[in-house]
């Protein structure tokens, strides 16, 4: 049987080629004409970035297309991301000098400046009829400007449209601890702490402090006071802004990124001091977001962080965003790891075997495995049963679940 997994050896965490909407073979040079994605009559001429027209005009593609980013690199033409795929726009192939003029265009000198010094800047973009907003992401590679616009939804979603598990719908209602989301870039973290941070601003009289980089999600007070702070703007460091926080009367506090130890380390310390700490970290699932933690302090101090982590942690969140089986858009695959009681025993004792057992046994606690949200969007026909066996973790029992254990040992 021909497909992914003909091959009963086939390595499951391969990418499987897609087979549309990729470079052609001898590059950029030449992309396949398409008619939707074109740039206006005067296309993109030697100083084309010399005013922000052309760069709005593209941004107001990547809203028309519902692009989740658009990227700018010297020797291709601009590229969106369209549901999780790279199609070129028709445009001629940028050079070093378009690109550094399409940052330049939406930056201050300050900040242009901040960026030649870093070699990278983060900082959001809006466009000026005010509907469009991005993150954007400049870097350099071999030499020349590349940069990476991301569209900011307008609104905050309710958390049901998310996609999440029915158990993580209850979260913002914590009254202190440390809720993490996880997951690779562009899985829809920021979405799901701003929508949480949406609902106890609607349903408590809370203080809540942000500390982003940059800001995203803005939010107007409701119920709750919410102050957003931005890296590099209103603070110097995630771990500076936490520790002042801590002296500003917070209820909640959000911490864009744990990136770095002294971050982590503060926001445990505010966890523990009876606040309600959000953040979200890189990690491949709930189960290995312990550990990493762990892993970023010292050997010596590991036995402790794991006391301090079976005390503060009450939820992990980790997402994934999956191709439907249509493929006309992505879907949220989610899984909710719970801290129970039995699962703080199990983090002070370093028994993640157990961890997982209990996460797939902790239903009546609203807990959700992946491979159970791979199988629930598999039967109700959200997911090709291929898509959802090939991200499982456990193949064989995804695949008998979904009854195509043949195609395993085809």
């Known amino acids: 049987m021909s497909g992914a997994y003909a091959d009963p050896n086939a390595n499951p965490y391969l990418r499987q ?36 027209n052309l760069l709005n005009q593209l941004l107001e593609i990547a809203e028309a297309e519902n692009a989740s980013d658009l990227h700018l690199v010297a020797g291709a033409p601009p590229v969106l991301r369209i549901n999780g795929r790279l199609v070129p726009v028709e445009a001629k192939i940028l050079t070093p000098e378009d690109t550094e003029a399409a940052l330049r265009s939406i930056l201050s000198d300050r900040e242009m400046e901040r960026f030649y010094q870093h070699r990278a800047l983060d900082c959001t973009h809006t466009t000026p009829d005010g509907k469009g907003r991005f993150r954007v992401s400049a870097y350099v590679q071999r030499g020349a400007v590349s940069v990476v616009y991301r569209r900011i939804p307008s609104e905050v979603k309710p958390i049901h449209s998310l996609g999440l598990p029915p158990g ?22 920021s979405t799901t702490l701003a929508t949480i941070i949406d609902q106890i601003n609607s349903e408590f009289n809370d203080n809540i402090i942000t500390v982003e980089d940059p800001i ?28 002042f926080a801590l002296r500003e009367d917070p209820d909640v506090i959000m911490v864009g990124e744990m990136r770095d130890l002294e971050t982590m380390r503060t926001a445990i310390t505010a966890a523990e001091t009876g606040h309600l700490v959000l953040s979200t970290l890189h990690a491949i699932d709930t189960i290995s977001t312990i550990d990493r933690i762990c892993a970023m302090f010292p050997a010596e101090e590991q036995d402790y962080v794991r006391l301090q982590l079976s005390m503060v942690l009450r939820a992990v969140i980790a997402q994934r965003l999956l191709p439907t ?27 993640p075997a157990l961890i997982y057992q209990a996460l797939e046994t902790g239903a009546q606690h609203g807990m959700m495995s992946f491979d159970k949200s791979l199988i629930n969007l598999a039967k109700k026909g959200v ?3 291929d898509t959802a066996i090939r991200n499982a973790r456990h193949t064989k029992a995804v695949a008998e679940a979904l009854g195509r254990a043949a195609v395993l040992k085809a």
Not at 335 to 349: D, K, S
Request: hydrophobic residues 35%; aromatic residues 6%; charged residues 20%.
């Open 17 to 52: 080629p897609s087979g549309v909407n990729q470079a052609p073979q001898g590059g950029w040079e030449q992309p396949e004409h398409n008619p939707d994605y074109e740039v206006g009559q005067a296309g993109l001429g030697p100083n084309a970035f010399t005013n922000t």
């Open 168 to 189: 993580a719908t209850k979260l913002y209602a914590m009254n202190d601890g440390l809720i993490l989301c996880v997951g690779p870039t562009g899985c829809g973290k």
């Open 325 to 351: 089986k249509n493929e006309d858009k992505r879907v949220m695959c989610a899984e909710l790891l719970i801290v129970t009681p039995a699962v703080a025993n199990m983090i002070r004792q370093a028994q």
């Open 383 to 385: 997911l090709d049963p």
């Open 216 to 243: 995203e999600f803005v939010h107007r007070h409701k119920r709750s006071l919410v102050n957003q702070r931005e890296l590099y703007s209103d603070v110097n460091s995630f771990a500076e802004a936490l520790h």
